[in-house]
C-alpha cells in the first residue's frame, strides 16, 4: 500500500497570502496518478488537481500542482476565503488507493 | 450536469448490516467505474470498493472485504453498498464517487454528497 503523508498538518494564514502544501508518497506514483481535493466542513471533498498538475473543471487558476515520482505539491497562490479548509492529496494510480491525512489551512 | 445522489442518514446496532444507495445521472452510467470511501469523524478518507457498472465486477480493499459488498442495478442507475457485522468504528460518512471511463485508474470527481452510518448500542 502506498502511505501518502503531508505536510505541514497545519497552516495559519491570511488572505492574499500564498500556501504551499507538500505530499510525500512511500513509494512512487504511478505515471503520476495524483489528485489534491479541498473538503470544506460537512461537505464532500471536491477536486482541485489531477495528474500531478491538470486543474479539474472550473477550478481557479490561482490553484496550480506539481511533482512527480513521491513529491508533489499543491501552491494556492492567493488565499480567498473560501480557500480555508482541508487539503488532501490521493493516488489513484495503484489498489488499494490512498489518501493522504490532510493539511488544514486556518485563518492567520 | 454529473451527478451522484446518496440514500439518507442510518443508525445501526453493532452486529448490524447496513446499506447505502448511489443513484447516478447526467451521464450513461454504465461507462464510469464506482468508488465507495469512508470518511470517519476527524479522519482522511479511506478507498473501500469499485465495481465497474458495465460488468458488475468489484474489488474490496483487503481490510474490509469479509464485509463489503458492492452491486448494481443497471436499470435505476444505482449502485449500492452494503457493510456487515456493522461494529463502532463503522461509525462514518460513506461517499460514493465516480471514477475512470476506462480501467480502474482514474480520480475521483464528482462525489455523492455522503451518508452518515451511525453504529451504537
Known amino acids: 500500500e502506498i502511505v501518502l503523508t503531508q505536510s505541514p498538518d497545519t497552516l495559519s494564514l491570511s488572505p492574499g497570502e500564498r500556501a504551499t502544501l507538500s505530499c510525500r508518497a512511500s513509494?512512487?506514483?504511478?505515471?503520476?496518478?495524483l489528485a489534491w481535493y479541498r473538503q470544506k466542513p460537512g461537505q464532500a471533498p471536491r477536486l482541485l488537481i489531477y495528474g500531478a498538475s491538470t486543474r479539474a473543471t472550473g477550478i481557479p487558476d490561482r490553484f496550480s500542482g506539481s511533482g512527480s515520482g513521491t513529491d508533489f505539491s499543491l501552491t494556492i497562490s492567493r488565499m480567498e476565503p473560501e480557500d480555508f479548509a482541508v487539503y488532501y492529496c490521493h493516488q489513484y494510480g495503484r489498489s488499494p488507493y490512498t489518501f493522504g491525512q490532510g493539511t488544514k489551512l486556518e485563518i492567520k | 450536469q454529473v451527478q451522484l445522489v446518496q440514500s439518507g442518514a442510518e443508525v445501526k446496532k453493532p452486529g448490524a448490516s447496513v446499506k447505502v444507495s448511489c443513484k447516478a445521472s447526467?451521464?450513461?452510467?454504465?461507462?464510469?467505474?464506482i468508488h465507495w470511501v469512508r470518511q470517519a469523524p476527524g479522519q482522511a478518507p479511506e478507498w473501500m470498493a469499485i465495481i465497474n457498472p458495465s460488468g458488475g465486477t468489484t474489488s474490496y480493499a483487503q481490510r474490509l472485504q469479509d464485509r463489503v459488498t458492492v452491486t448494481r442495478d443497471t436499470s435505476t442507475s444505482t449502485v449500492h453498498m452494503e457493510l456487515s457485522s456493522l461494529r463502532s468504528e463503522d461509525t462514518a460518512v460513506y461517499y460514493c464517487?465516480?471514477?475512470?471511463?476506462?480501467?480502474?485508474?482514474?480520480?475521483?470527481?464528482?462525489w455523492g454528497q455522503g451518508t452518515l452510518v451511525t453504529v451504537s448500542s
Open positions: 513509494q512512487s506514483v504511478t505515471s503520476s496518478y
Open positions: 464517487a465516480r471514477g475512470a471511463s476506462t480501467g480502474t485508474t482514474g480520480w475521483f470527481d464528482p
Open positions: 447526467g451521464y450513461t452510467f454504465t461507462y464510469y467505474y
